[in-house]
């Protein structure tokens, strides 16, 4: 099948061709008489040896020397002799059948059923993977043979990892043997077996061992993917509070954000807190995190993961604070402390537990007990038109609602692992560095951009504030510039890191974020909702640091180049949403919306939506094909059969609470789809800028 | 850049059907259920399912269904999963399912479950995660997936994943584009992508893209043809395929063809054979090519047989 050359074949060769295809026949048929017939005789063993050598991957063949197996070891009953002989056979129709084909899953699987057999010598097995692997060094059948073989002589993994070694000083190219030497290497780290321990010993070890494959030949990739895992292994950072909304040392005005509970019934008392964790975790609730508040306040608290998979793990953690009606002085300030990880349970997708507390406090404001929640005048349709924003003037009371990133506080001994780890990083950095000024090389320049983003992560986290080094994030940038230049073909992946570091870049502090914050012109709105968030036209294409951005209740993302909203279900606050002219294909790249319970205002006019046969979202979302839907398949099925091309929008908007959609630009967007928008979404009052009924 | 030459494609797939005496030939008959999915895949996705005797083919493949209920290769070939799940497939896209015995099938496949969530892919034990794959596929599409446990499927297919974060046929092994779409696909299905770190293993997966525009399997490896399925489509269910340019990998395509006698090889240049025929019209489908039916990334089969399976009656 592979490798052969397109050549037409001469008549002599055909006819040669079907001579010998006519040979195969017969044998396979005479083979198929002793099978059906469960005929094991000498001859007949011989005949599938023939078939097997002709053609190894015949599994039936494999399946009937199985039984023949069982046949004949059942009549030399316990004679130990008979039974080595007879599997010895079966181990040289293997060896032969390799021969001819040594990727044949089916030989070496008859050869791992023999040896679990037990009666057979171990001995020759290394051997003969030597000679395979000299044959091929990466051939996967071969290795996970080895990894058998090992596992059956108890092979301790010390004795493997310096096989890797020889492996790779062989030849540094060896995908497969750097591969094992990481599961080797993995083991023995996580066993703590002695001369494998402290880890950051181990790394820097192993950092000075793959530099030798990196300079000697920096274009060979597969030194450079074992790099990305020691790095990967020294960034570990334990998974921490990275922000918070509240945000830490903030004060609040209950009533402001009323419009955004869950429940009527308190409405006028309601807060939303939201947790934002450096990585996706599982097991917040009232036990692990507490929340005290000096009112009254209902502290059995249920928290909810918002994440759009049903894995229970999430980065972003929701919860309501009810706080109670009876007479208070009117307007106080009342201070709430939150601790996170008080007592275990708190767990990472790793498995690992969180073991340091941390605490955040902010104070709320109340209302006096008489104030009802007032809807306030009828409202308008948001007009995204830049006119309609202004700069802000924010008073400085707000300023502090907007800087929901929290200050990282790390406890002593994890301190030292930090700064360890960093200075790791930073050496790397410098090898790195001395590399590409002998060579422009593509991954060097990648490595050294995540090299930077893995020290900064890594120092601002010990150093525990946010001033973020500016200088850094330039020179990333700037070499990811590069190399889109540089690998064309991999210009999306480029841009994509490019603009999360961008990202990362202008919202990294008050100063930087507060460019891009613009009132709205409704100024009679009771509350802060008229602050939004400016960040169209930025060539961004993907989203990031939304644990900076909790606090957003406006977005406009406008006339960018996004195509995923990965992340943006952590916003829980937000309400108007601008999407229009990015590069949205379907409807279901939309699925973090259906999280953002408060979204009111929707646009995302002039997308690719429709445009598209093929659907990248297809199983990252809610659905039958994945069998996670939560919607009723029957009110669905009864709509219709053209439903079917609308089954994403009835996933994502049947949920939703619209008031204000704009879909025109997208090829979907015609009138027969603009009328079953209509029908799912009964509360909606402007679509497309029309009014509705 | 080159046109796909649909007619020769039809053409050759229709003509290996019949011919079946070269060496080539009887040396894939036991596969020949495999083949019988990669062809019909491929005509429905050029739009020429029709030019076949559905009644033929599907009365063909029921005879290659053992009594224990599973499927083989061919006629008296002993049965399987690979194949099991491939004539589900066809049924699949005659829209004839109903033709089986469901819970027979089924039951074969689900009695090939182990203690720790894998699958055997026969009664003779080899595990992989290819089958937990084909168990999975199959089982979705008989719309009978509760009689595994689908939990610990998920699991072990999990405790096959790597620190590179692709996926080995077992624990331990190697990366390799062909294991990480099965268990990819296998995720994708049961609603656990979440496993899978889509940023590491996207890039992985991009940077199967070599300077041809083709896509190799593994690091260092050259470039092949079905590897526009196995990449392609792993990309595609983790929405990375932005990453990897699609112009350069749809001309690598073309240049496989043989535009003169039909098909399409592993490589330019190198014979054709109704395997890389099927891959190559598949990744196209899978890249927007014009004029092909959209394929489903994780069923392997056209949009529309699936979505008439999941959202029709």
């Not at chain 1, 990739?221 to 922000?243: A, I, M, P, R």
């Not at chain 1, 902010?362 to 038109?385: A, H, Q, Y």
């Amino acid at each position: 099948m592979h490798g052969r050359p397109r050549k037409a074949p001469t008549e002599e060769e055909q006819e040669a061709s079907v001579v010998k295809g006519a040979k195969l026949r017969s044998i396979q048929a005479k083979f198929f008489q002793f099978h059906h017939t469960n005929t094991y005789t000498k001859e007949a063993l011989e005949v599938n040896a023939k078939l097997l050598e002709m053609n190894p991957e015949f599994i039936t063949g494999w399946n009937y020397r199985k039984l023949a197996v069982q046949y004949h070891l059942e009549a030399a009953q316990s004679d130990e002799d008979s039974i080595k002989s007879i599997l010895d056979e079966e181990l040289k129709v293997v060896e032969s059948a390799l021969m001819t084909n040594f990727k044949s899953y089916g030989a070496w699987h008859h050869r791992k059923w023999v040896l679990n057999m037990g009666h057979s010598s171990t001995d020759r097995e290394l051997f003969l993977l030597k000679k395979f692997q000299k044959l091929d060094a990466r051939n996967f059948h071969a290795w996970n043979y080895r990894r058998f073989v090992t596992a059956l002589k108890n092979i301790p993994d010390e004795e493997e990892l310096q096989y890797t070694t020889d492996m790779i000083y062989e030849n540094f190219s060896n995908y497969s043997a750097w591969h094992n030497r990481s599961v080797l290497l993995s083991r023995l780290l996580k066993e703590e077996v002695e001369g494998y321990y402290p880890k950051e010993k181990v790394l820097t070890e192993e950092f000075e061992f793959v530099r030798n494959a990196l300079f000697t030949d920096p274009d060979d990739q597969s030194g450079w993917f074992y790099h990305l895992w020691l790095l990967d292994q020294t960034v570990k950072l334990e998974h921490l509070l990275v922000s918070s909304w509240p945000p830490n040392g903030s004060n609040v005005n209950v009533s402001d954000y009323c419009a955004l509970s869950p429940s009527l019934s308190s409405i006028s008392r309601t807060l939303p807190l939201i947790l934002c964790f450096s990585e996706a975790v599982g097991g917040i609730n009232s036990s692990t995190v507490s929340v005290v508040c000096e009112s009254n306040m209902d502290s059995n608290l249920i928290w909810t993961p918002i994440s759009v998979d049903k894995s229970g793990l999430a980065r972003t953690w929701l919860t309501y604070l009810t706080f109670s009606s009876e007479p208070m002085h009117p307007s106080r300030n009342y201070l709430v402390k939150v601790s996170i990880a008080n007592s275990e349970g708190i767990i990472s997708s790793a498995g690992f537990c969180c073991s340091n507390p941390s605490h955040m406090a902010f104070t709320v404001c109340l209302p006096s007990s008489n104030t009802e929640f007032d809807e306030g005048p009828d409202i308008e349709r948001i007009d995204w038109s830049e006119e309609n924003f202004s700069s802000n003037q924010l008073h400085s009371e707000n300023l502090g609602l907007i800087n929901s990133f929290n200050e990282l506080t790390i406890s002593g001994d994890n301190k030292k692992t930090y700064e360890t780890n960093a200075k790791i990083i930073a050496d790397e950095i410098d090898y790195c560095r001395e590399l590409l000024s002998e060579m422009d090389c593509k991954i060097g320049k990648l490595t050294l951009a995540r090299l930077l983003l893995a020290y900064d992560a890594l120092s601002s986290a010990s150093r525990g504030v946010q001033d973020q080094n500016m200088f850094q994030y330039k020179e990333i940038l700037e070499l990811y510039h590069d190399l889109m230049k540089l690998d064309p073909p991999h210009f999306q992946y480029y841009k994509d890191q490019y603009s999360l570091v961008f990202l990362k870049q202008e919202l990294a502090n008050e100063e930087s974020l507060l460019k891009y914050c613009y009132q709205y012109r409704d100024s009679t709105s009771l509350s802060n909702n008229s602050l939004c968030l400016c960040l169209r036209g930025l060539s961004l294409s993907q989203i990031g640091c939304i644990e900076r951005l909790l606090w957003v209740q406006m977005l406009d993302l406008s006339n960018n180049g996004i195509r995923s909203i990965e992340g943006l279900e952590s916003l829980q606050l937000l309400c108007c949403l601008n999407l229009s002219n990015n590069k949205i294909c379907s409807f279901s790249a939309l699925e973090p919306l259906r999280l953002l319970k408060s979204l009111k205002v929707l646009d995302i006019s002039h997308n690719e939506i429709g445009a598209h046969p093929i659907d990248t979202r297809r199983y990252l979302c809610a659905s039958p094909l994945s069998h996670t839907s939560d919607w009723k398949r029957e009110e669905f099925v009864v709509s219709g059969p053209e439903m079917t091309i609308y089954w994403d929008a009835f996933s994502i908007f049947s949920g939703l609470n619209l008031r204000q959609l704009s879909v025109t630009g997208n090829p979907i967007a015609d009138k027969k789809f603009k009328l079953f928008l209509c029908k799912l979404l009964p509360a909606m009052k402007w679509l497309d800028d029309e009014k509705l009924r | 850049m080159g046109e796909l030459a649909v007619e020769k494609h039809v053409k050759f797939i229709l003509t290996i059907e019949k011919e079946k005496d070269s060496f080539e030939s009887v040396v894939m008959e036991h596969i020949r259920l495999n083949g019988a999915y990669w062809a019909l895949t491929t005509l429905d996705i050029l739009g020429k399912l029709n030019t076949v005797d559905q009644d033929e083919v599907v009365s063909w493949m029921m005879q290659c269904q053992h009594e224990s209920g599973g499927f083989g290769g061919n006629i008296g070939h002993d049965p399987h999963l690979l194949y099991t799940l491939s004539a589900i497939q066809v049924l699949a896209l005659f829209d004839k399912i109903d033709a089986l015995d469901i819970d027979k099938v089924s039951n074969y496949i689900a009695g090939l479950q182990n203690n720790d969530g894998s699958f055997s892919g026969d009664m003779w034990g080899e595990i992989d995660t290819r089958f937990s794959c084909v168990a999975i596929l199959s089982l979705a599409l008989l719309k009978r997936l509760d009689k595994i446990n689908v939990e610990k499927a998920v699991n072990y297919i999990v405790s096959c994943k790597n620190l590179d974060g692709g996926f080995g046929c077992t624990p331990g092994a190697e990366s390799h584009a062909g294991q990480i779409f099965c268990c990819v696909a296998a995720l994708a299905v049961t609603g656990s992508l979440h496993h899978v770190d889509k940023d590491l293993l996207g890039w992985w997966l991009c940077e199967r893209q070599v300077k041809s525009g083709g896509l190799n399997g593994r690091p260092e490896k050259l470039p092949d043809v079905c590897y526009s399925w196995w990449v392609l489509s792993s990309l595609i269910m983790i929405d990375r395929v932005h990453w990897i340019d699609k112009e350069k990998l749809i001309k690598f395509i073309l240049d496989c063809q043989d535009k003169e006698n039909g098909g399409i090889s592993d490589q330019p240049e190198d014979a054709v054979d109704v395997f890389h025929t099927y891959f190559g019209v598949a990744g196209l489908s899978l890249l927007e090519y014009p004029g092909l039916k959209a394929i489903d990334p994780a069923y392997a089969l056209p949009v529309d047989v699936v979505n008439r399976i999941f959202f029709g009656r």
